[in-house]
């Protein structure tokens, strides 16, 4: 009989330990713990999260903002590839909606998007606001801003218009110069030209001239648009999808020190010549100089072909931006604070200096760009004339010269070709390659990284640059140059 009972006592005692939870097994979810095959939730301890194997390891996120590119999505502390719902996308720099493909997005149609920024754009799968007329209700897109613009806001302008009355959409005026004897602060000119007749136009007020291609022409020997110390108010003009073409003159002349000119998605072939003020470009074309003296100046995303920057005692950024030259050089400043990041510097005939920056101030930089000689020729012209005042780094210097960089400049993290004397490749983290290496077909200008080009995964991580020249992401070792390896 007590042998009997000490059976029973012992297979209840064993039946006990069996359901007792393991303390190295664990389990987060309902889904989880159906898989590892119990009924309740097995918890880790706090700063713990429970892997796909069921065991206990240190947390690996408090949300999205804390996992890498390779597994962006914080669940259950752990970072994964893609999102199951929107709770998984906090904090995620994709936005705070799962898409059906698991990746976590600002948007998935323009329903989840409003205010100044109404459209879902469908690559992006961002909100963004206007990129063209046909999105807005009046018909007037401010590509600028990428806002859309009332009707009763706008002065309309066409070349078969009547230089009379208050320019409506259905009754438009012909010149720029009665526009601004209008109240509005946008002239919108839809396709064909302008003239502003035999003087230069000048402004006294803000006005955002938007185009259709639209040409404006005429002007006298001293420019086509001026804005001088005429009146005490602070002046914005924007010229928006407008070309004016060569002639005379400049193209733009600023002397006041408040005035702020943007050139947005235009091409400009004549001069630019601004004295204390700002002048912004973006996303356009220019052919010829662009000169400031004191003031500031903003170039990202153009394309500047035989044209030179010439800047003394401004505050210079150039970033995106591909300069393509023959006679001149590219990029001339003296002075000023200067960032010149993420550009291509193309020389294609003469011998000339590509970038000349002297006496900048502290803080300025030179990095992760790409500066080649198309000449074909041994040179002995540098690519790079600076002084030890300038942050020299990242960047890819394929100039086929025996002098790429004048004395004082110090570079680092530098890829250079093999016909570049050791005295210029010194400093820390530069390379030396066969340039055959470097580009995806250097003969045919696509200066995009090879497959087997040194240049990639070489550069200083962590530098704040996070996008190339196309606006790709750059990795956590980022390629030197201007652009960065798929």
């Known amino acids: 009989m007590r042998l009997a009972l000490f059976v029973v006592l012992t297979a209840l005692a064993a039946l006990a330990a069996c359901k007792t939870a393991n303390p190295n097994v664990c389990c987060a979810t309902e889904a989880q713990c159906a898989d590892l095959g119990v009924d309740d939730l097995r918890p880790c301890k706090a700063g713990q999260a429970c892997n796909a194997d069921f065991t206990c390891i240190a ?5 999205s903002s804390d996992c890498s590119s390779d597994a962006p999505v914080c669940i259950n502390n752990l970072c994964v590839a893609s999102c199951v719902v929107d709770a998984d996308c906090a904090g995620s720099p994709g936005g705070d909606l799962c898409a059906d493909d698991g990746v976590c997005v600002g948007c998935k149609s323009s329903a989840d998007c409003s205010g100044d920024t109404p459209f879902c754009d469908a690559e992006d799968r961002a909100c963004r606001g206007c990129e063209r007329d046909s999105e807005c209700t009046g018909g ?82 001293s420019g086509v648009l001026e804005i001088s110390e005429a009146g005490s108010n602070d002046r914005r003009v924007t010229l928006n999808s407008v070309t004016i073409g060569p002639g005379s003159g400049n193209a733009v002349t600023s002397s006041l020190r408040s005035a702020n000119i943007r050139v947005h998605n235009s091409i400009i072939e004549r001069p630019i010549d601004v004295s204390n003020g700002t002048f912004q470009a973006s996303r356009s074309r220019i052919t010829r100089s662009i000169k400031c003296t004191s003031g500031s100046l903003k170039l990202d995303d153009n394309q500047i072909q035989e044209a030179s920057v010439e800047a003394m005692a401004c505050q210079v950024t150039a970033a995106r931006n591909q300069f393509e030259s023959r006679s001149g050089v590219p990029f001339t400043t003296q002075g000023g604070l200067v960032t010149f990041e993420n550009n291509l510097v193309v020389v294609t005939d003469r011998y000339v200096d590509a970038l000349y920056v002297t006496s900048s101030l502290s803080g300025s930089s030179v990095r992760f760009n790409t500066i080649v000689s198309q000449t074909g020729v041994t040179t002995s012209d540098p690519a790079l004339y600076c002084d030890e005042t300038l942050d020299v780094s990242n960047n890819i210097i394929a100039y086929n010269s025996t002098n790429p960089i004048s004395q004082n400049c110090r570079p680092r993290f530098t890829l250079f070709d093999s016909i570049t004397p050791p005295s210029d490749t010194m400093g820390e983290g530069n390379k030396v390659g066969d340039v055959g290496t470097f580009f995806a077909d250097r003969d045919r200008g696509d200066f995009h990284l090879s497959n087997q080009s040194p240049a990639k995964d070489v550069a200083t991580p962590g530098t704040g640059v996070l996008t190339d020249l196309d606006g790709n992401p750059r990795g956590p070792m980022p390629d030197m140059g201007a652009f960065e390896a798929p």
């Open 59 to 63: 947390s690996e996120c408090d949300d």
């Open 140 to 221: 007037v897109c401010l590509e600028a801003d990428a806002v859309c613009v009332a009707d009763a806001d706008v002065t309309f302008l066409s070349q078969n218009g009547t230089d009379a009355g208050s320019c409506g959409r259905s009754t438009p005026c012909r010149t720029l110069r009665y526009a601004l004897t209008q109240p509005h602060l946008v002239a919108h000119f839809d396709g064909g030209s302008t003239d502003v007749g035999a003087a230069a136009l000048s402004f006294e007020r803000s006005l955002y001239i938007d185009g259709t291609n639209t040409k404006i022409e005429g002007g006298s020997a």
